[in-house]
T-cell receptor
Framework: AQSVTQPDIHITVSEGASLELRCNYS??????LFWYVQSPGQGLQLLLK??????LVQGIKGFEAEFKRSQSSFNLRKPSVHWSDAAEYFC??????????????FGKGTKLSVKP | KAGVTQTPRYLIKTRGQQVTLSCSPI?????VSWYQQTPGQGLQFLFE???????NKGNFPGRFSGRQFSNSRSEMNVSTLELGDSALYLC???????????FGPGTRLTVL
C-alpha cells in the first residue's frame, strides 16, 4: 500500500543546533513531495516542495530538503534551529505525479521541541 | 491576497446531530480539498471538488458529504454525528489539483 513514514514522533533539539527530520515513502515511482508545518491550533503551512529536477530544494524559513531516490527519502533539514521552529512537521506525497485530484497522503508527523 | 478561510473555527455538537462546515478558497483557486485530522489517524483525505464537481473521494462513510458553489466556496456536511467524528477539519485550496495546496486554519469539531 502507498504510504508515507515519518519514523520520529517527537524530536527535541537545542536552539542553534542543526535539525534533520526524516521522511520515507513507498511508491512505484517518484511522486510529488511536500513538507508542511503546523503550529498549535493552526492549519498547515507549506515549507517546500519537490516535483522534479535538482534533488536539493530550498524552502521558506531557512529549511531545505533532499530527495534521494535510492532511499525513497525526502528528509527536511535546517542548519540552525530557532525557538519559533517548535511545531509539528508533516511530510506529504501527491501519489498521482501532478495528475492528482486533491488527495495528498500525509505522514503521521514529527513534533519538534526546541530547548533554550 | 487573502488566505483560505474556514468557518466556524470551533463547533460543539451532540451525537446524532448534523453539522455544516464552510471553506472559502484563495481567490482564483478552483480546487478545494477537505481533510480530517485526528490524533490517532492523522491527516486523512475526505474529498476534492473542482468546478462544482466532486472528482475524488477518500475512504469515509456516506455520512460525510460536500459540495462546491460556482464561486468555488465549498461546504462539507456530516450527518448523524458520532463521537469519533471529533476532529480538526482542514480545507485546502489550489489553482488546480496537482499544484501545491494552501490550507485554512481548520474547524475544530467536538462531538459530545
Amino acid at each position: 500500500a502507498q504510504s508515507v513514514t515519518q519514523p520520529d514522533i517527537h524530536i527535541t533539539v537545542s536552539e542553534g543546533a542543526s535539525l534533520e527530520l526524516r521522511c520515507n515513502y513507498s511508491y512505484g515511482a517518484t511522486p510529488y513531495l511536500f513538507w508542511y508545518v503546523q503550529s498549535p491550533g493552526q492549519g498547515l503551512q507549506l515549507l517546500l516542495k519537490y516535483f522534479s529536477g535538482d534533488t536539493l530544494v530550498q524552502g521558506i524559513k531557512g529549511f531545505e530538503a533532499e530527495f534521494k531516490r535510492s532511499q525513497s527519502s525526502f528528509n527536511l533539514r535546517k542548519p540552525s534551529v530557532h525557538w519559533s521552529d517548535a511545531a509539528e512537521y508533516f511530510c506529504a506525497v501527491d501519489p498521482n505525479y501532478g495528475g492528482s485530484q486533491g488527495n495528498l497522503i500525509f505522514g503521521k508527523g514529527t513534533k519538534l521541541s526546541v530547548k533554550p | 491576497k487573502a488566505g483560505v478561510t474556514q468557518t466556524p473555527r470551533y463547533l460543539i455538537k451532540t451525537r446524532g446531530q448534523q453539522v455544516t462546515l464552510s471553506c472559502s478558497p484563495i481567490s482564483g483557486h478552483r480546487s478545494v480539498s477537505w481533510y480530517q485530522q485526528t490524533p490517532g489517524q492523522g491527516l486523512q483525505f475526505l474529498f476534492e471538488y473542482f468546478s462544482e464537481t466532486q472528482r475524488n473521494k477518500g475512504n469515509f462513510p456516506g455520512r460525510f458529504s460536500g459540495r462546491q458553489f460556482s464561486n468555488s466556496r465549498s461546504e462539507m456536511n456530516v450527518s448523524t454525528l458520532e463521537l469519533g467524528d471529533s476532529a480538526l477539519y482542514l480545507c485546502a485550496s489550489s489553482f488546480n489539483a496537482g499544484n501545491e495546496q494552501f490550507f485554512g486554519p481548520g474547524t475544530r469539531l467536538t462531538v459530545l
